[in-house]
């Protein structure tokens, strides 16, 4: 029997894995397709959406009958050079055709009721999946008419191919999208909300996957997991996966079941921090940003300096590559972003992490950092409070370069100099006015007297 980790992280559950829960959600769901014909899932970003799709739903609407598309997205990527009409058509038509020998050349010219009829007669789908359907409002936001169009060709195709559709999104999009939902067959809105796992679905989801590798995780130990993972209400799957991956792999594989004691010590702040800090090095090595600035950024815009969530307009400073450093995060389940009043919003994922990343970061700090520039970071987050500046005998210590400092640490340097100096200068003028002007003024009674007596 393997005894890889069986949990698979944060990333989601392909159509060949089993979901080790959510049966009920499935069924449902499944249910209120074939009822009614286009259904929207939504839930919050991380909850499950794609995971349920490409497992249990679609294994159920195949066995109802109904084959289903795979997960199709509007954000395709497509083949320079091509002259399509309207990329979301496009981009559906690429996942659903590109691999059919097609030139893409005509496969831009489709209308999405024929690519959808030619795709049914090669492969007999019946129910059209869209997954991040979200990705339509944020791709090119201005582009009104083309939204339109797609939307509207969305339904002439499903009426056309008499086919049901499920379509994914983000809850936070949901309004957003329902001026362009009123174009499709039906009723406006069928909506089906997934929450997050309550108790027995998260226990299902700690114990099954070790069962598969015929380990038991005990009734006990996954009750505590779950206990310090959902801090009174529901689990976040992508913390589950998390801690258990950390779990499974500090689980001392010589005994005969994973107990209490393999859970007891687990530290949900340390496990998540340390899932941040390994994020983010793959985001350095792939985009290769300063990690620093990045680190930064996630503690001095996306924390208040009482420990609280806050949310930012503005990505870490890292230049042209800003936009695909907050993709990125987001992907990684890091960050979320919201949109209000035509501006993005960024915000850490979860409360959670305000405690991993501030703990990971000083950890980071200290390993990285010389001791100065510590003090610096500090001195920066403090309002500048002057308390954090270095004295005299500690700048002799800071080597006379420039080179990739960040401007607060030159600005700490620049202050603690002149502080020092001011300091310097005080207390020189308090020497010479306790030691050398008393000195001066014996001096000068002495030469005064010399000379009145000569
Ligand atoms: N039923 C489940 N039980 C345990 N873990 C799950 C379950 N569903 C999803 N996960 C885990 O949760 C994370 C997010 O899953 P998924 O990508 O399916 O969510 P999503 O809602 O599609 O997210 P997004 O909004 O980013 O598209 C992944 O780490 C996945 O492994
Ligand atoms: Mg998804």
Same mark, same amino acid.
């Given at each position: 029997?393997?005894?890889?980790?069986?949990?698979?992280?944060?990333?989601?559950?392909?159509?060949?894995?089993?979901?080790?829960?959510?049966?009920?959600?499935?069924?449902?769901?499944?249910?209120?397709?074939?009822?009614?014909?286009?259904?929207?899932?939504?839930?919050?970003?991380?909850?499950?959406?794609?995971?349920?799709?490409?497992?249990?739903?679609?294994?159920?609407?195949?066995?109802?009958?109904?084959?289903?598309?795979?997960?199709?997205?509007?954000?395709?990527?497509?083949?320079?050079?091509?002259?399509?009409?309207?990329?979301?058509?496009?981009?559906?038509?690429?996942?659903?055709?590109?691999?059919?020998?097609?030139?893409?050349?005509?496969?831009?010219?489709?209308?999405?009721?024929?690519?959808?009829?030619?795709?049914?007669?090669?492969?007999?789908?019946?129910?059209?999946?869209?997954?991040?359907?979200?990705?339509?409002?944020?791709?090119?936001?201005?582009?009104?008419?083309?939204?339109?169009?797609?939307?509207?060709?969305?339904?002439?195709?499903?009426?056309?191919?008499?086919?049901?559709?499920?379509? $994914?999104?983000?809850?936070? #999009?949901?309004? @957003? %999208? !329902?001026?362009?939902?009123?174009? *499709?067959?039906?009723?406006? =809105? /069928?909506?089906?909300?997934?929450?997050?796992?309550?108790?027995?679905?998260?226990?299902?989801?700690?114990?099954?996957?070790?069962?598969?590798?015929?380990?038991?995780?005990?009734?006990?130990?996954?009750?505590?997991?779950?206990?310090?993972?959902?801090?009174?209400?529901?689990?976040?799957?992508?913390?589950?996966?998390?801690?258990?991956?950390?779990?499974?792999?500090?689980?001392?594989?010589?005994?005969?079941?994973?107990?209490?004691?393999?859970?007891?010590?687990?530290?949900?702040?340390? $496990?998540?921090?340390?899932? #941040?800090?390994? @994020? %983010? !090095?793959?985001?350095?090595?792939? *985009?290769?940003?300063?990690? =620093? /600035?990045?680190?930064?950024?996630?503690?001095?815009?996306?924390?208040?300096?009482?420990?609280?969530?806050?949310?930012?307009?503005?990505?870490?400073?890292?230049?042209?590559?800003?936009?695909?450093?907050?993709?990125?995060?987001?992907?990684?389940?890091?960050?979320?972003?919201?949109?209000?009043?035509?501006?993005?919003?960024?915000?850490?994922?979860?409360?959670?992490?305000?405690?991993?990343?501030?703990?990971?970061?000083?950890?980071?700090?200290?390993?990285?950092?010389?001791?100065?520039?510590?003090?610096?970071?500090?001195?920066?987050?403090?309002?500048?409070?002057?308390?954090?500046? *270095?004295?005299?005998?500690?700048?002799?210590?800071?080597?006379?370069?420039?080179?990739?400092?960040?401007?607060?640490?030159?600005?700490?340097?620049?202050?603690?100099?002149?502080?020092?100096?001011?300091?310097?200068?005080?207390?020189?003028?308090?020497?010479?006015?306790?030691?050398?002007?008393?000195?001066?003024?014996?001096?000068?009674?002495?030469?005064?007297?010399?000379?009145?007596?000569?």
């Amino acid at each position: 029997m393997s005894r890889d980790n069986p949990y698979i992280g944060p990333r989601a559950f392909r159509v060949t894995e089993k979901l080790p829960n959510r049966e009920r959600e499935a069924k449902e769901l499944t249910n209120l397709v074939m009822a009614e014909r286009v259904v929207l899932l939504h839930a919050t970003s991380g909850a499950g959406k794609t995971s349920l799709i490409q497992t249990s739903v679609t294994q159920r609407l195949t066995d109802e009958g109904l084959k289903p598309t795979r997960a199709l997205r509007v954000e395709c990527p497509r083949p320079p050079g091509v002259d399509f009409r309207n990329r979301y058509v496009y981009s559906l038509t690429l996942d659903l055709l590109g691999s059919e020998g097609l030139r893409p050349e005509d496969l831009a010219k489709m209308r999405l009721s024929e690519a959808l009829a030619k795709a049914n007669d090669m492969r007999g789908y019946r129910v059209l999946i869209i997954d991040q359907l979200e990705e339509i409002l944020t791709l090119d936001p201005a582009d009104l008419d083309t939204k339109t169009d797609f939307f509207r060709q969305l339904g002439e195709a499903i009426e056309a191919c008499s086919m049901w559709a499920l379509l $994914a999104v983000r809850d936070d #999009y949901l309004g @957003s %999208l !329902d001026h362009y939902l009123r174009l *499709l067959p039906g009723r406006p =809105r /069928v909506t089906y909300r997934l929450d997050l796992l309550g108790r027995q679905e998260a226990l299902a989801a700690i114990r099954n996957p070790a069962s598969e590798r015929a380990v038991e995780f005990t009734d006990d130990a996954a009750n505590m997991l779950v206990d310090k993972l959902a801090g009174g209400g529901c689990v976040e799957p992508v913390q589950l996966q998390v801690v258990c991956r950390r779990v499974w792999r500090d689980w001392d594989h010589s005994q005969p079941v994973i107990g209490v004691r393999s859970v007891e010590n687990v530290d949900i702040d340390t $496990a998540l921090g340390k899932y #941040y800090s390994r @994020s %983010l !090095d793959d985001l350095v090595e792939e *985009l290769e940003v300063d990690e =620093r /600035v990045v680190r930064d950024w996630f503690e001095q815009s996306l924390i208040t300096d009482t420990g609280y969530r806050t949310q930012t307009l503005r990505g870490p400073e890292v230049g042209e590559l800003e936009r695909e450093v907050l993709q990125q995060l987001e992907r990684m389940y890091l960050i979320r972003s919201d949109l209000r009043a035509g501006s993005r919003w960024y915000e850490l994922a979860h409360d959670r992490l305000v405690g991993a990343v501030l703990e990971n970061n000083r950890a980071w700090q200290l390993h990285h950092l010389a001791s100065w520039q510590v003090a610096a970071y500090e001195w920066n987050r403090k309002d500048r409070d002057p308390s954090f500046l *270095l004295p005299k005998n500690k700048l002799a210590y800071v080597p006379l370069t420039s080179k990739a400092l960040l401007e607060h640490e030159l600005d700490f340097l620049r202050k603690s100099y002149e502080d020092a100096g001011e300091k310097w200068r005080a207390k020189f003028t308090a020497t010479a006015f306790r030691v050398v002007f008393p000195l001066a003024l014996v001096e000068l009674v002495v030469i005064v007297v010399l000379v009145v007596l000569r």
